[in-house]
């Protein structure tokens, strides 16, 4: 009987094998000529290809890319993007949810709102996956194939974070320029990345190439500006908007310097001054004097979010904010529908829509005056 069982076992690992080698060709191509790939494999392990090669099947020319630690790795990370890999491997656990924090979650149901039953079996894409917070949660909630695309060794973070997950790819390339067949994702999405890229609007309608064409899009990016004025103006309200603008004004002057010092320099100040001023942050009055340093400070989650995202706002060299109009015009001009406009936390602009759908909606009539579109071609 065990005997019997051992070598159904056996079978069973052989045939995912297969199974998972076809996926991983079945979405990729060739970044420079778009052919199919052949996979060479080195090293398998658990039914993965650790370390291998990809060479293209281009007439001409063989373009071969390594796949290293079961990533396949396209390109090196730009210098403006530098900043991140550093991040995400010094603080590769502190965002992903636990039984403590489920933040991301919260982010991702405030701001995506896409659930189980949306997901289900599905094939998903994100672009800028980071340490995988939300790799984690779609792959939880029943994607098929979740695949995490950034350009850093953050990818590196992530696949440690994540190996045991069967559904979960990560790749190392660069979003303006992905090795992914056209049309073949479900649901594609960018949380927190295209503003720290240098042509976000770009980005999105490369985003919106690789849904087929019953997929969803979801983007999140900075807010223009964090204050909430209230409908009903007052000399009180323009006073708290005042040092609100102060407040703006002070991270981007220290930004001029934070952005130009050697980031190992700032990772040492996140790991050692950041935690004296996280604390200062929860002292009355006093904790005002953490101002007077780059500082982006936490009063209910834990130091290490705060030295986390101090390095993130302050090392970070490109840093675009927009309105919610201008991310619905990007939705509109790249014909999106049933657009939402997500009502997300103050800091974030947050939508979702369909590359296409059955009902026709004509969303033109909201933008009478707007001002004329640039052509997008
Ligand atoms: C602020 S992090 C956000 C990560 C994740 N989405 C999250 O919310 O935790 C931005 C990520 O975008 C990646 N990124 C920036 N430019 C990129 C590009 N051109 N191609 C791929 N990834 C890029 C960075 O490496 C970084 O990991
Ligand atoms: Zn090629």
Request: with cysteine; hydrophobic share 40%; net charge positive.
């Amino acid at each position: 009987m065990n005997s019997i069982l051992s070598n159904y076992k056996f079978d069973f690992e052989k045939f995912f094998l297969i199974l998972m080698k076809k996926e991983f060709l079945d979405f990729l191509c060739c970044p420079i000529c778009n052919s199919q790939f052949s996979l060479h494999a080195l090293d398998e392990s658990n039914g993965k290809i650790k370390t291998g090669s990809l060479a293209c099947k281009s007439k001409k020319h063989t373009h071969i890319f390594k796949i290293e630690n079961f990533i396949p790795r396209f390109v090196r990370s730009p210098k403006y993007a530098d900043s991140f890999g550093l991040q995400w491997n010094k603080f590769d656990k502190t965002q992903l949810d636990n039984k403590l924090f489920n933040e991301s979650e919260l982010r991702w149901d405030s701001e995506i709102g896409w659930n189980k039953e949306d997901l289900n079996n599905k094939t998903i894409i994100e672009f800028g996956s980071g340490a995988g917070r939300f790799i984690d949660l779609v792959s939880k909630r029943g994607a098929d194939l979740a695949v995490g695309v950034d350009v850093t060794s953050a990818v590196d973070a992530a696949q440690e974070s994540f190996k045991d997950r069967d559904n979960v790819f990560f790749i190392q390339a660069d979003i303006f320029n992905p090795p992914i067949k056209r049309n073949y994702f479900d649901f594609g999405y960018s949380i927190g990345v295209l503003h720290h890229t240098p042509d976000p609007e770009l980005a999105f309608r490369i985003l919106t190439s690789l849904l087929n064409h019953k997929g969803q899009i979801g983007v999140s990016l900075y807010e223009i500006a964090l204050f909430e004025r209230p409908n009903r103006n007052s000399l009180k309200q323009s006073t708290i908007e005042l040092l609100w603008a102060i407040n703006l004004w002070r991270v981007e002057f220290f930004r001029v310097f934070t952005t130009r010092l050697p980031k190992k320099i700032m990772i040492i100040y996140c790991l050692y001054f950041v935690p004296f001023l996280h604390y200062l942050n929860k002292i009355p009055f006093l904790r005002y004097l953490r101002y007077f340093s780059p500082s982006t400070c936490y009063r209910k989650m834990p130091v290490d979010w705060s030295m986390c995202d101090t390095f993130d706002t302050y090392a970070t060299e490109i840093a675009h904010m927009y309105r919610h109009k201008d991310i619905f015009l990007w939705f509109m001009k790249s014909n999106i529908q049933k657009i939402i406009v997500h009502n997300s936390i103050p800091g974030w602009v947050s939508l979702t829509g369909f590359i296409s759908c059955s009902e026709e909606i004509n969303y033109k009539r909201y933008i009478v005056n707007a001002p004329k579109l640039k052509s997008i071609n």
